[in-house]
């Protein structure tokens, strides 16, 4: 099955400056890689995805990279505040015989500091 | 716009009590599915369904069974509760249309004691 690692499961940083995760997946057949935040006492929401026929996508402050050859992507958080504190995770998945099992990275833990 | 509703968000059990997680999807999903999310380990998928009369298990499934008798609704249960599943429990749902947006509840604390 599928195997997600993410990295770092904490990151600390000053407001303003940027922020980048990375994730990286086993299964060359996944080709959706959506990533989620979750606030304190909340369920995670999507912030952003990106598909296998797209190698970037940005949405304001946020983009996501994709390299299919080395199996990875990356979010990337610009002009970071500290509403960005969260834990976020990433996630990659396939469908798999009319299945669509989402396989998520143990999470990462966004500080940021005023 | 109640999207996906978990009862109850914190129960407390004493080991080998039983109990059921409800949960509610009124955005008419295919897929549901119930998570389990401990520190440091992320969302384990626990068991699954793909539509109304059907379960899959996931990752971690031992110790729990479900039921979709009705399509807006994934039960779980424990039948005999352990300390090892003390946990934050999330329930999630997708349309099925297309790997997509999942779509989740705002967890159910379980403790046992």
């Known amino acids: 099955g599928e195997n997600v690692e993410q990295h770092p499961s904490t990151l600390s940083v000053q407001e303003g400056d940027s922020a980048v995760i990375k994730c990286t997946y086993s299964?060359?057949?996944?080709?959706?890689f959506p990533w989620y935040k979750q606030e304190l006492g909340k369920g995670p929401q999507l912030i952003i995805d990106?598909?296998?026929?797209?190698g970037e996508k940005k949405d304001q402050r946020i983009a996501v990279t994709l390299n299919k050859t080395a199996k990875h992507f990356s979010l990337h958080i610009t002009e970071t505040q500290p509403e960005d504190s969260a834990v976020y995770f990433c996630?990659?998945?396939?469908?798999?015989?009319?299945?669509?099992?989402?396989?998520f990275g143990r999470g990462t833990s966004l500080i940021v500091h005023p | 716009n109640a999207g996906v509703t978990q009862t109850p968000k914190f129960r407390v059990l004493k080991t080998g009590q039983s109990m059921t997680l409800l949960c509610a999807q009124d955005?008419?999903?295919?897929?549901m599915y119930w998570y389990r999310q401990d520190p440091g380990m992320g969302l384990r998928l626990i068991h699954y369904?793909?539509?109304?009369?059907?379960?899959a298990k996931g990752e971690v499934p031992d110790g729990y069974n479900v039921s979709r008798l009705k399509k807006q609704n994934f039960l779980l249960g424990l039948e005999s509760a352990a300390p090892s599943q003390t946990s934050v429990y999330f329930c999630?749902?997708?349309?099925?249309?297309?790997?997509?947006?999942?779509?989740f509840g705002e967890g159910s604390r379980l403790t046992v004691l």
């Open positions: 369904s793909v539509g109304e009369g059907t379960t």
């Open positions: 996630a990659a998945s396939t469908r798999t015989g009319g299945s669509y099992i989402p396989t």
């Open positions: 299964d060359s057949a996944s080709n959706y």
């Open positions: 955005m008419n999903h295919e897929y």
């Open positions: 999630a749902s997708t349309s099925g249309t297309g790997a997509g947006e999942l779509f």
């Open positions: 990106i598909r296998s026929n797209v």
